[in-house]
């Protein structure tokens, strides 16, 4: 009895001294029945409530324009929609933009962007690829990466102005695969020389007037090796808003690496300016000429038209072996986000030299929408005009 007795208060006295070490203000329990001392707040019993799906969407573009560069080891920005060209028709779209530092310590060079793409069309069209700058530290190498797999219905006129502008339109359905990749290395301030690899499948079928052709297979494949030189002081490649871009590039495609039938050449040259003319208007011009050898098959021809140059054209109808074009385009922020440009120029496709003439120059002018996806890296809404035609473009980066 006596045990039971003194059990009994050992146990009152054991709760008690726990209960004393355990108290209670304004909801926060804190306990100091040992050395480690620790608090915490009960967990509400109203769930977060979550945001609208607009809001989210708002809020999620709202923040893509920060650099996030010097934070992320890429900074990627996600966008769908539908999408248009004279050369695809209407089509949806997908894109993620990303940019990103190697060196994320240099605050001087500008970042390297990276952006991957698919595109699918009503009349069949279908691609996808990615496409980047790779910026070294210091910006004292680069690598520049382009590639591309894509089917599509085709129209054809033939090879030549004169086809271009007399013939019935045809058809074919064309499938490609290119690959292009640049390594430069510094050697001058903003002077840079490097070399470069080129792959170009191309597959055509179903050709409604094979008689365009002129004999030519409807497949070739080539692949070439060559060297380029550099002057680049732009400030950013994607959307540069001031500097200047001298580019001399020289390909050969041997024999033996392709069913081409011979030993192929090209020469591009291009030459781009960029000058702030009044608040948040820069100035642009481009200078684009294309120098391929004789003999060199159709679908490695120069093509005129489509999203980059002489936008408006549908891409292919005027080909031959020699293109030069030149454009001047005015870009203007408006607020925010939103900008406008407009662009006036001029693009020639003639077999040589000797049979170059003036009067076979095309016009090319238009405006557009811009909307900052990413910092400085904007979606481009152009309506571009030309000889007997005009096209809607919907496409990312500035064209040039």
């Known amino acids: 009895m006596l045990r039971r007795s003194a059990l009994l208060a050992l146990l009152t006295l054991c709760t008690g001294a726990l209960r004393t070490g355990v108290a209670q203000v304004n909801g926060i329990h804190v306990s100091d029945s040992d050395t480690i001392h620790y608090t915490y707040t009960p967990l509400s019993q109203d769930l977060p409530r979550k945001k609208p799906f607009l809001k989210r969407i708002v809020d999620y573009f709202g923040e893509s324009t920060i650099d996030?560069?010097?934070?992320?080891?890429?900074?990627?920005t996600f966008a769908g929609g539908p999408s248009y060209s004279k050369t695809t028709s209407l089509g949806i779209g997908l894109l993620a933009a990303g940019l990103y530092r190697l060196d994320r310590t240099d605050s001087i060079t500008s970042p390297s962007d990276v952006s991957l793409f698919a595109n699918v069309s009503i009349t069949g069209f279908y691609a996808v690829g990615i496409s980047g700058n790779n910026i070294f530290s210091k910006n004292r190498q680069r690598v520049s990466y382009n590639v591309t797999f894509a089917s599509a219905p085709r129209d054809f006129w033939g090879i030549g102005y004169d086809n271009a502008l007399h013939n019935e339109v045809s058809t074919y359905s064309e499938k490609r695969i290119m690959i292009d990749a640049r390594y430069l290395r510094r050697v001058l301030p903003n002077t840079y020389i490097g070399a470069l690899v080129n792959f170009d499948f191309t597959r055509g079928i179903r050709f409604s007037r094979?008689?365009?052709l002129a004999g030519e297979n409807t497949q070739y494949t080539a692949t070439g090796f060559g060297a380029v030189a550099e002057y680049d002081s732009r400030d950013f490649i994607p959307n540069p808003f001031k500097g200047l871009y001298v580019s001399i590039q020289e390909t050969i495609f041997p024999k033996g690496l392709g069913n081409c039938g011979r030993t192929l050449w090209q020469t591009t040259f291009t030459a781009d300016t960029y000058h702030k003319v009044w608040k948040d208007c820069i100035l642009a011009a481009d200078l684009y000429a294309e120098f391929?050898?004789?003999?060199?098959?159709?679908?490695?021809?120069?093509?005129?038209?489509?999203?980059?140059?002489?936008?408006?054209?549908?891409?292919g109808r005027f080909t031959d072996?020699?293109?030069?074009?030149?454009?001047i385009e005015l870009r203007q922020r408006i607020w925010r986000r939103i900008g406008a440009v407009v662009w006036g120029g001029a693009g020639n496709v003639f077999h040589t030299f000797d049979e170059f003439r003036w009067d076979q120059?095309?016009?090319?002018?238009?405006l557009g929408l811009r909307w900052e996806l990413k910092k400085r890296v904007n979606v481009r809404l152009d309506y571009g005009f030309g000889k007997e035609t005009n096209s809607f473009l919907l496409s990312v980066n500035e064209a040039f």
Do not use: V
């Open 68 to 76: 996030r560069t010097f934070e992320k080891k890429i900074d990627f």
């Open 210 to 212: 094979p008689d365009y």
């Open 292 to 315: 391929n050898s004789d003999g060199t098959p159709w679908p490695m021809l120069a093509r005129l038209g489509d999203n980059q140059r002489m936008r408006g054209y549908y891409l």
């Open 321 to 327: 072996n020699n293109m030069i074009t030149l454009q």
């Open 361 to 366: 120059t095309l016009p090319n002018y238009g």
